[in-house]
């Protein structure tokens, strides 16, 4: 069955500090991959995508992901982390057969440290 | 602007009183779907929506039913809520085209059910 893990569910990073948030997923293709913030009472807004191409892609708020199908893996990282980015955050995955659906992680809550 | 309209934000209700969350899309988007979220569990999906009429059960769907008579409306009705259905809801609508490109969240409908 499909799923998606993000391995460590708190992390707490000093503010300057970078940031890894890991993700892997289980499914027999390549799938389209997701990365979602959510902040404290808000929605779900979208960070960045991966379809095809270059695996290294840019998203807003300066990060970044990279998807490595050998390790089915797609990490996010941000090379000097913000106050401001404490949050929630979830990994997802999509494919072409399913039409629309997501399927999510069970979410990282990211804490920083003045 | 293109968007997820979720009503109302925030409910409190009493165990076995029908209620409606109403969600609607200005997108012309095909997929439609709700998931809920709650602690140490990510998003789960409840129910989804190819289109207008095709309805199917998601990962969690007891105790809940939709309905998908138009294109951009896709109400989510607890007919007898229960105390286990607290939790905090987002719909969400996706293009199925090309196997759909992310999902738009709605902002979430924070339910208590006591």
């Known amino acids: 069955a499909q799923s998606v893990t993000q391995p460590d569910i708190h992390i707490t990073v000093s503010e300057g500090a970078s940031l890894e948030l890991r993700c892997n997923y289980s499914?027999?293709?390549?799938?389209?991959l997701f990365w979602y913030v959510q902040s404290p009472g808000q929605g779900l807004q979208l960070l960045l995508k991966?379809?095809?191409?270059?695996?290294l892609v840019q998203g807003i708020k300066g990060f970044e992901a990279e998807f490595k199908r050998s390790q089915s893996s797609f990490n996010l990282r941000k090379p000097s982390v913000h106050w401001s980015d404490a949050a929630e955050y979830f990994c997802?995955?999509?494919?072409?057969?399913?039409?629309?659906?997501?399927?999510f992680g069970q979410g990282t809550t990211l804490q920083v440290k003045p | 602007e293109a968007q997820v309209t979720q009503n109302p934000r925030y409910l409190i209700t009493v165990t076995g009183k029908k209620l409606t969350v109403t969600c609607s899309q200005n997108?012309?988007?095909?997929?439609m779907s709700w998931y809920r979220q709650d602690p140490g569990l990510g998003l789960r999906q409840i129910y989804y929506s190819m289109n207008v009429e095709v309805t199917d059960k998601g990962d969690v769907p007891e105790g809940y039913k939709v309905s998908r008579k138009e294109k951009r409306n896709f109400p989510l009705i607890l007919e007898s809520p229960s105390p286990n259905q607290t939790s905090l809801y987002f719909c969400a609508s996706s293009s199925t085209q090309a196997g759909g490109r992310g999902y738009t969240f709605g902002s979430g409908t924070r339910l208590t059910v006591v």
């Open positions: 991966y379809f095809s191409g270059d695996t």
């Open positions: 997108m012309n988007h095909e997929y």
């Open positions: 499914y027999g293709a390549t799938p389209y």
């Open positions: 997802a995955v999509g494919a072409a057969a399913w039409g629309g659906k997501l399927i």
